[in-house]
T-cell receptor
């Protein structure tokens, strides 16, 4: 149980285009979703926290107009990278806190974004 | 100083060895402590979590938390090649969203 399905797993896009990443909670309701970014051989960097039905809270230094987060339902949160640039190439991971899962967080499988 | 310090390694051990992974932290408000395993190009997988101080054991894995020293450990007994991965510690306080603060991750290789 407590699975988060993240799609796509890999995407290549051209500079200037937008890319949408979806995370769906399959068997539970994700009230809060966390979006991370991870560079090679580095730890996870929290980008933003989204709560269902309200605006996302962005971490310092993360451009909210560039990384649009929508959490319109309890089972779906999306991250849209707008006007992508090569420096946006990274591994993006979503995570949801699951009540009753020993306080654990469940993670999506990640999206490898390459901007060319 | 980072809130959570973790030696990135890499750490290389022979199969069957006992592995010790550690993190130190500076924020005394942290109450929840977790260890995650991450295989290459995959999302992290929760291995162990501990609330406050103490030990927790699950199969070959043991997690220890020493809040007085602000030090947490993960021990892996009888390590297997399939344990080769990056191990990340994460912790949080008891706030509303319980934002996780992550260590850098330690890369572990278990050689057959």
């Amino acid at each position: 149980g407590a699975v988060v399905s993240q799609h796509p797993s890999r995407v290549i896009c051209k500079s200037g285009t937008s890319v949408k990443i979806e995370c769906r909670s399959l068997d539970f309701q994700a009230t809060t979703m966390f979006w991370y970014r991870q560079f090679p051989k580095q730890s996870l960097m929290l980008m933003a926290t989204s709560n269902e039905g309200s605006k996302a809270t962005y971490e310092q230094g993360v451009e909210k107009d560039k990384f649009l987060i929508n959490h319109a339902s309890l089972t779906l949160s999306t991250l849209t990278v707008t006007s992508a640039h090569p420096e946006d190439s990274s591994f993006y991971i979503c995570s949801a806190r699951v009540s009753g899962l020993d306080y654990g967080y469940t993670f999506g499988s990640g999206t490898r974004l390459t901007v060319v | 100083q980072k809130e959570v310090e973790q030696d990135p390694g890499p750490l290389s051990v022979p199969e069957g060895a006992i592995v010790s992974l550690n993190c130190t932290y500076s924020n005394s408000a942290f109450q929840y402590f977790m260890w995650y395993r991450q295989y290459s190009r995959k999302g992290p997988e929760l291995l162990m979590y501990t609330y406050s101080s103490g030990n927790k054991e699950d199969g070959r894995f043991t997690a220890q938390v020493d809040k007085s020293s602000k030090y947490i450990s993960l021990f892996i007994r009888d390590s297997q090649p399939s344990d080769s991965a990056t191990y990340l510690c994460a912790m949080s306080d008891a706030g509303n969203n319980r934002k996780l603060i992550w260590g850098l991750g330690t890369s572990l290789g278990v050689n057959p």
